[in-house]
């Protein structure tokens, strides 16, 4: 039996077993029924059902429960129908008139008409909020539900889900968005352009998602905080180019997180006042155009892959700390952000680079002979180099930075692994630009 079911269906058998659930009702008696109903909405929803069989009271009482969490995750048999049987017959029986929550994680497969029965009936009763974690299912389309979207708090749908939208999609009081995996059609036949209009979300997060026939979406969210966008594309857009375009329009946006490999697939667009970013490119040539929207920043993240190329790096006027992780045999990639962050004040570095490579002679030579940015000579006041190891590259980088940098303050070394006492007293006896400069170990 389906361990769900099997909590759900249990009746106390022995003399130990009563005494406990005699105990048990003796201690929620005095409570206010809406309250023992509150108390129930925490459980999971199998083992708030299980207290239909302390006695004739407790029969309908999780009938009332506000919040629904169904997970099949520890049982996968697509052939064993108890699991949504028991969604079926609990969605059936709520009395709720308002439902919370509606949690849904399942690792099989099944029919999916029946989620979109159980969606339709909670969606009734102001639902707040939604997550479904379907992986095997086929592509559903939430389309038809997409106007009972509009009591939602939270919306998270991690399954191949379908959304089309033929005019602008205004949900009134999400917060919360996530979706992975989703194909997003823009249906209207008088625009190219998609509104997603959400005046008070503040996080948007899309994973793995394609947008179809879409010149241009806007995000509307003037409360938006956090942006990520992880690997997401467009698929025929009507334009020459080919890019389709993401304008967020977000006065309070706080970080983007963005990771991609297809830069000619989507341009976005950011307020000026954003203040950081953690971007993740790899892949072909990135356009200088993508760079430029994030020049406002004053804090930028950067993990390049080895294939990463850029022609030319835009100037970020107002960037005070950077986190490159890069390939430290390509002295060239730090140069060229150096050279293009004029006030820049802290600098952390992360190394790429494959155990088995070996810089060359030549490289490291190149290091030392390159002209030194300005930003390093007079701005920068800290250095950090996260994940340490005291070798030729990275030593050859330290050298580098100590040489020049004028008025450095810190240095900090963050190691996995114990650095020697002997490597640690060759380090400190490195040549100073700066005569305040000191090297931290951690």
């Known amino acids: 039996m389906h361990p769900e079911t099997e909590q759900a269906c249990l009746v106390p058998s022995s003399k130990k077993t009563k005494l406990c659930s005699e105990n048990f009702e003796d201690k929620f008696s005095s409570l206010h029924e809406s309250v023992v109903s509150i108390i129930l909405s925490q459980l999971p929803t199998a083992e708030a059902v299980s207290t239909s069989v302390l006695s004739k009271s407790w029969k309908n009482i999780w009938t009332n429960i ?10 996968r048999d697509p052939s064993d129908s108890r699991f949504t049987d028991f969604v079926e017959r609990v969605v059936g029986d709520i009395g709720s008139p308002h439902i919370s929550s509606f949690y849904l994680c399942s690792v099989n497969t099944f029919d999916e008409t029946l989620l979109f029965s159980w969606l339709s009936k909670v969606l009734k009763r102001n639902l707040q909020r939604l997550v479904v974690t379907c992986n095997d299912l086929e592509i559903i389309s939430f389309s038809s539900l997409f106007p009972s979207f509009v009591s939602l708090v939270e919306l998270r749908l ?3 889900s379908i959304l089309d939208i033929s005019a602008p999609a205004i949900l009134p009081n999400l917060k919360f968005l996530s979706l992975e995996d989703a194909r997003i059609f823009n249906m209207s036949s ?3 352009n998609l509104v997603l209009n959400f005046p008070v979300l503040e996080t948007f997060e899309a994973s793995y998602c394609r947008c179809f026939r879409t010149d241009t979406v806007i995000i509307d ?3 938006l905080r956090i942006f990520e966008m992880f690997k997401c594309t467009s698929e025929h857009v009507p334009n020459p180019s080919q890019v389709c375009k993401i304008r967020v329009l977000a006065s309070k946006l706080e970080k983007i997180t963005f990771c991609g490999d297809e830069p000619r697939k989507i341009h976005l667009s950011f307020p000026p006042s954003l203040p950081d970013a953690y971007l993740a490119l790899s892949r072909s040539e990135w356009p200088k155009t993508f760079l430029r ?49 004029p006030i820049l004040e802290m600098l952390s570095i992360r190394d790429l680079t494959s155990p088995r490579s070996t810089p060359t002679a030549k490289s490291l030579k190149e290091l030392r002979s390159v002209e030194s940015p300005d930003c390093v000579t007079t701005m920068l006041k800290v250095l950090q180099i996260r994940n340490f190891k005291p070798n030729r590259l990275q030593i050859s980088v330290l050298r580098y930075v100590l040489d020049n940098a004028e008025i450095l303050g810190s240095v900090i070394l963050s190691s996995p692994n114990p650095i020697t006492e002997e490597e640690k007293a060759r380090i400190l006896a490195f040549p100073k630009a700066s005569p305040h400069a000191s090297v931290l170990f951690e």
């Open 66 to 75: 506000t919040d629904l969490h169904f997970d099949d995750t520890k049982q």
């Open 158 to 160: 991690r399954t191949k």
């Open 190 to 192: 008088v625009s190219k």
């Open 221 to 223: 969210s003037p409360l």
């Open 293 to 341: 929207s994030f020049t406002c920043v004053t804090s930028l993240a950067l993990v390049l892959s080895k294939d990463f190329h850029v022609m030319a790096v835009p100037k970020f006027s107002q960037l005070v700390y950077l986190h490159l992780i890069y390939d430290m045999t390509q002295h060239f990639r730090l140069m060229q952000f150096l050279k293009s962050a």
